[in-house]
């Protein structure tokens, strides 16, 4: 894995807990940046050496899903087996298939393949195999619909 595949896939890890943090605790989302640059992305946190994050990837993630939100959430719950709903989704889970979501739709020259992977391994940290498979069939379909592959 290159500097670049590991500073983004820190990018990403960081962007989940960071819009999970602004849907618990509603931090307004330039102070929550902030706090992630100052303090968390590439920090040394309780004896845990964290991967520098790509700053500027992480925060186009964060803003992006801040901004687009209802868009991405409307996506989701379309994709959603009957019966589901947004609201019964893990609150962790819900951040990584925003976050997904959002550069399936707008980070075309990231491929498919590349995001899907990426936010597998981000549940991977998160949750077991089967939540993992949950994640990759949700973003494959979410794909399909964005990008046509």
Do not use: C
Not at 59 to 71: C, L, R, S
Not at 76 to 83: D, F, H, R
Request: no cysteine; aromatic share 8%; glycine share 6%.
């Amino acid at each position: 894995m290159t500097a670049k595949s590991n500073s983004r896939s820190a990018a990403r890890l960081g962007a989940v807990q960071a819009l999970f943090q602004h849907h618990m605790e509603k931090t307004p989302v330039p102070r929550l940046l902030k706090e992630f640059h100052d303090h968390r992305l590439g920090r040394e946190i309780e004896d845990d050496q964290y991967t520098d994050a790509e700053i500027e990837f992480f925060d186009d993630i964060v803003i992006g899903v801040t901004d687009t939100m209802e868009g991405i959430d409307t996506l989701i719950t379309e994709k959603l087996a009957s019966g589901w709903s947004i609201g019964r989704l893990d609150k962790t889970m819900l951040q990584i298939l925003r976050a997904g979501a959002f550069e399936l739709m707008a980070r075309e020259e990231i491929p498919t393949a590349t995001v899907i992977n990426e936010y597998v391994d981000v549940a991977h940290a998160f949750f077991d195999k089967k939540d993992s498979g949950f994640v990759n069939g949700l973003l494959d379909a979410i794909a399909k619909q964005v990008r046509g592959s």
